[in-house]
């Protein structure tokens, strides 16, 4: 019998820890997802290089894991569950592959920036798997690597790995050269009724996080504000079914 999994959010504590039992990486290499996007990635790294050539990605927003703004930089064709059509126009066969996968959440370019490193840091929360692929990897460990649960693991072309991103992780890029790779969250198997329920609670919180961003006064907030902010995100499930429930 499964252990039912206690879902994880990570809301405006910035300390947060998750600390689960599953593995620092999982193979992803049979999962439908992953191999329709290996057999198309020559298409879309081609979709990649041709917006970079009148394009710029963009920071990613939580500037405080990077030394510099401009380290880490993302383009993302779709954000927990919503699609951002405005640049998906500009990748038109990546986006078609993302409409043909639904458990596909989150899918995103990501450039690290050479000499850069992201600091260690947790994800949103544990109802996902988060997936990256090879695009352009300029060296191997320990030039150019990610560490999760104290493992470190490499990037190479076109292969993919997963990890639960509610687990602590960090990545570097000690390289004179970009480092590239494909980003995407999938709704883990044994959570999928709860796909809705998760990406909503997720979006809440990134929405706090970002207005914690603009008024960090708010974090000094009385525990009874702190707590009914948590008591709002925490609404009982079956008040939140509709959110659960695949259509």
Same mark, same amino acid.
């Given at each position: ?10 809301? %405006?504590?910035? #300390?947060?820890?998750? &600390? ?13 997802? +992953? ?27 939580? #500037?405080?894991? +990077?030394?510099?703004? @401009? ?19 500009? &990748? *038109?066969? #990546? ?10 959440? #989150? &899918?995103? &370019? ?6 850069? +490193? =992201? ?12 997936? !990256? =692929?090879?695009?352009? +990897? *300029? ?24 990890? =639960?991103?509610?687990?602590? !992780? ?11 790779? /494909?980003?995407?969250? /999938? =709704? ?27 008024? *960090?006064?708010?974090?000094?907030? *009385? ?8 008591? %709002?995100?925490?609404?009982? @499930? ?10």
């Amino acid at each position: 019998m499964k252990q039912k999994i206690q879902l994880w959010f990570n809301d %405006l504590d910035p #300390t947060a820890k998750y &600390f689960g039992d599953e593995p620092p990486i999982i193979n992803v290499d049979n999962y439908p997802e +992953v191999i329709d996007i290996k057999k198309n990635l020559g298409i879309l790294y081609d979709e990649l290089k041709q917006f970079l050539l009148v394009n710029e990605m963009d920071p990613y927003f939580n #500037t405080s894991l +990077v030394n510099n703004e @401009k380290d880490w930089k993302t383009i993302g064709l779709k954000v927990w569950g919503i699609p951002l059509r405005k640049k998906a126009k500009k &990748f *038109p066969l #990546t986006n078609a592959l993302l409409k043909q996968h639904t458990s596909i959440l #989150t &899918f995103s &370019f990501n450039k690290l920036e050479p000499h850069s +490193v =992201i600091k260690p840091h947790s994800g949103d929360c544990n109802g996902t798997i988060r997936i !990256h =692929i090879g695009l352009d +990897v *300029p060296e191997a460990l320990p030039m150019c690597g990610f560490k999760v649960k104290g493992v470190e693991q490499p990037w190479e072309n076109g292969e993919a790995f997963g990890f =639960i991103d509610a687990f602590e !992780h960090e990545s570097w890029n000690r390289t004179s050269s970009p480092r590239y790779i /494909i980003l995407l969250d /999938i =709704i883990r198997p044994e959570l999928k009724k709860w796909k809705n329920y998760i990406c909503f609670r997720v979006l809440m919180s990134l929405l706090l996080q970002k207005i914690v961003y603009v008024f *960090p006064f708010l974090l000094k907030s *009385p525990d009874w504000f702190k707590k009914s902010i948590f008591v %709002l995100l925490g609404l009982p @499930k079956y008040i939140l079914s509709i959110f659960s429930s695949e259509k």
